[in-house]
């Protein structure tokens, strides 16, 4: 009886469809790395149904979107960490969705997101936990009232990288 912790999809797996070939609960799975992965949204909207436990995802640089944003947040509000470096799928619509409903974030990566100042709100007042957030190469929208804001609610943070 092996328990599942951590799951990495290689960069040259198109679709880890194999996940959801054996019609499997990973309860034990806690950690899912998908960056720069290849599947459906369909597909990862499925797949969040099978992981009961899930507290760290990496979407970055793959093809979730808002809708996958959705059923994420949907499923797992207690989501800890959250990656979506250089997602070109996800909208700050997608993004403020997941921040409303995960509000127990300590890290985010939301490093070259095309994020707007409503998502940058959203993470000030929905997060207060967040320790660790990476916005970097969100210079267009992030304003010193931006980091303030942050500041000011995210008591917690220990690490705001914003280059």
Not at 104 to 111: D, G, H, P, S, T
Request: glycine share 4%; aromatic share 6%.
């Amino acid at each position: 009886h092996t328990h599942t912790h951590r799951f990495t999809c290689a960069s040259s797996i198109s679709a880890p469809r194999g996940l959801l070939a054996v019609n499997c609960n990973y309860s034990q799975l806690h950690t899912l790395d998908l960056s720069s992965s290849v599947f459906s949204e369909d597909f990862f909207c499925r797949l969040m149904q099978h992981v009961p436990n899930l507290r760290n995802i990496d979407l970055s640089s793959c093809s979730v979107g808002d809708a996958g944003l959705r059923a994420l947040a949907t499923t797992h509000p207690k989501l800890k960490q959250l990656g979506l470096r250089m997602n070109e799928h996800v909208t700050d619509e997608g993004l403020c969705f997941v921040l409303a409903q995960c509000r127990q974030l300590v890290l985010a990566n939301f490093a070259w997101l095309s994020l707007g100042k409503k998502a940058l709100r959203a993470l000030a007042e929905f997060c207060p936990d967040l320790e660790l957030l990476d916005v970097s190469g969100s210079r267009d929208s992030l304003d010193d009232d931006g980091v303030q804001r942050i500041c000011a609610n995210c008591r917690k943070i220990k690490v705001l990288d914003v280059r």
